[in-house]
Every structure is written in structure tokens, then in C-alpha cells.
């Protein structure tokens, strides 16, 4: 479903094999009328000499920007890549920034450049994370744990311009199984001891109650997606959240991770949980990051 508001956009953009993956995901989405992206270029001042390169380079994206018929302006900056893209967000408010995984200089065999880290832990509006090779946005995971940031980023993807016939998902993964197992020193040799039934049945009763609880959360999660015409199935799943989801995406071939942040900290800076921050560093896909609204 086509958002009603247009969209602004920052588009960071490094001239990286990542960052014209992030154009071809912005041409794949459903981008409603009016809506502009602001391609932005930080160079350092080592990097002055390379001024017409970077200009001829930003001439060249906005053309193919314009010819999916997206209004495209350019904006070419001297200062430390992260932190005017920080501050440029704070200024324009974007309701996205589309930053590439990885830069030129990225260290090899990384899943994420110190740049793309930077923003995404910072910034003060959601970060969509783009892996090269684009692959097209066919298969979408969003990602729930009941939590307000959660809630955020479903509200968030309601809304958001996905292609037409998108295959999403909504998954809950719960706590890992916890056995009822006790153990007894014996001569200095440790064994199980015996379980009685009652303790064993309460903790079927803990896992029967978690379960619901799981398929509570899902199905109110995609219920909100599909009163904004976007039809989701479930998964639910236990065990680590983190490790779970990264398999689940792996074994499915899943595009694109969305998932919840939490907001500004008592040090006014955007601090993430650790799965959603595990998901960006180890997934091999395109990860959206919704940071809810948080308190100073």
C-alpha cells in the first residue's frame, strides 16, 4: 500500500558498490507522489582534489534517480562523513536515511562499515541499511517482542512504501526452553536427582502460556498490517532472538529485516538493544531500523 505522505529521504551516498544497491532499492519502492530524496556526498579534506569526481558522480545518480521518476537534489559537503550525515538529518528531519552497508575503504570481510554504524546507532529518524548485491525487495521479516520500539516499527512499516506483492512476515521468537533439571552431589560426583510431576507440569504451563502469549503478539501485529492493505503471515519460534532470526532469514531468503530501536538515552544519543544491533552487524540481508520516540 502507497503511504498517502511523501516521503523525504537522505541517501548517503559514497559512490560504493553498497551504496548503488541503495539506489536500486529506492527505485523498487512505492514511492508516493512528491516524494524527494536528497542525495548527499561528505568528502574529507584529503579527499578535496576529488571535488569534480564527486560532482560528476552525483550528477550521474540524480540522473538515474530521476529517470524511476524520483525528484532528486544533490548536496556535496566537506566534514567527517558520519558526523555531518548525523547533523544533516538533525537539521533537514528525513523520515529515512538509506545509508550502504559498507563504504570504499571498508575493511574486507566486514558486514559493516564504521560509517553505516555510526548513523545507524545515532541518528535521530529511522536508518535503512542497504547490502549490496540488490536483489529486489521480495521477501520482508519484521520482527516483534511487544516492546514499544516493536510496536514502533510496525506502525513504522504500515506505512512504508513497499513494492507491490511483497511477501512479509512477522516474527516472535521466545524465550529458549528452560529444562526442569535439578542436580545432587553424590561421593563428590554430581547427578541428576529426581523431577517431581508437579514441578515438571508447571513448567509445560510456562511454555503452553508463552506460546499463546507469542501468537497474541503476532496476530495483532499483522492485524495492524493488514488494516493498511498489507497482508502478513507469522512465525513463531523459541530460542535466542538474535540467532533464531539470523538462521530464519539465511534458510529463507528473506530481503529485508525490520526491527524496533529504543530512543534517546540520558545521554542524548540513540542507543540500540542488542538483538536489533546483532541483526545489523550478522545478517547477510538489508536492515531497516525504526527508533521510537525516546525521552532526553
Not at 5 to 13: F, G, T, W
Not at 113 to 136: D, K, M, N, T, W
Not at 159 to 173: E, G, Q, S, Y
Request: glycine share 8%; hydrophobic share 40%; proline share 5%.
Amino acid at each position: 500500500m502507497t503511504p498517502k505522505k511523501r516521503l523525504s529521504i537522505l541517501l548517503a551516498d559514497d559512490g560504493s558498490q553498497h551504496a548503488q544497491a541503495a539506489v536500486d532499492l529506492l527505485g523498487e519502492l512505492s514511492l508516493p507522489p512528491k516524494s524527494r530524496v536528497t542525495d548527499l556526498r561528505v568528502f574529507t579534506p584529503d579527499q578535496i582534489p576529488g571535488i569534480p569526481d564527486f560532482e560528476n558522480a552525483l550528477g550521474k545518480t540524480k540522473e538515474q534517480l530521476l529517470q524511476m521518476g524520483i525528484a532528486t537534489e544533490t548536496n556535496l559537503v566537506l566534514g567527517e562523513p558520519a558526523e555531518k550525515i548525523i547533523e544533516i538529518a538533525e537539521t533537514d528531519q528525513p523520515d529515512l536515511i538509506v545509508i550502504g552497508a559498507k563504504g570504499l575503504r571498508s575493511t574486507l570481510g566486514i558486514l559493516l562499515g564504521g560509517v553505516a554504524q555510526q548513523v545507524v546507532e545515532y541518528a535521530c529518524c529511522p536508518v535503512l541499511i542497504v547490502r549490496a548485491p540488490f536483489r529486489g525487495l521480495r521477501r520482508i521479516l519484521i520482527v516483534t517482542d511487544g516492546s514499544s520500539s516493536a510496536r514502533q516499527a510496525a506502525h513504522y512499516l504500515a506505512r512504508f512504501p513497499l513494492p507491490k506483492n511483497a511477501d512479509v512476515r512477522v516474527m516472535h521468537v521466545m524465550p529458549p526452553e528452560q529444562h526442569p533439571i535439578m542436580m545432587t552431589s553424590l561421593g563428590g560426583v554430581w547427578q541428576t536427582a529426581y523431577i517431581e510431576q508437579a514441578i515438571v507440569d508447571e513448567a509445560a504451563a510456562v511454555l503452553e502460556k508463552q506460546k499463546r502469549k507469542g501468537e497474541a503478539l503476532l496476530k495483532r501485529t499483522c492485524d495492524l498490517l493488514q488494516r493498511n492493505g498489507i497482508a502478513a503471515t507469522s512465525v513463531l519460534e523459541r530460542g535466542d532472538a538474535a540467532t533464531e532470526i539470523i538462521e530464519y532469514v539465511k534458510a529463507n531468503n528473506v530481503d529485508l529485516i525490520v526491527a524496533g530501536s529504543r530512543g534517546l538515552s540520558q545521554f542524548k544519543g540513540w542507543w540500540m538493544g542488542s538483538v536489533s544491533r546483532k541483526l545489523i552487524h550478522y545478517s547477510n540481508c538489508s536492515v531497516l531500523i525504526v527508533k521510537a520516540p525516546g525521552k532526553e
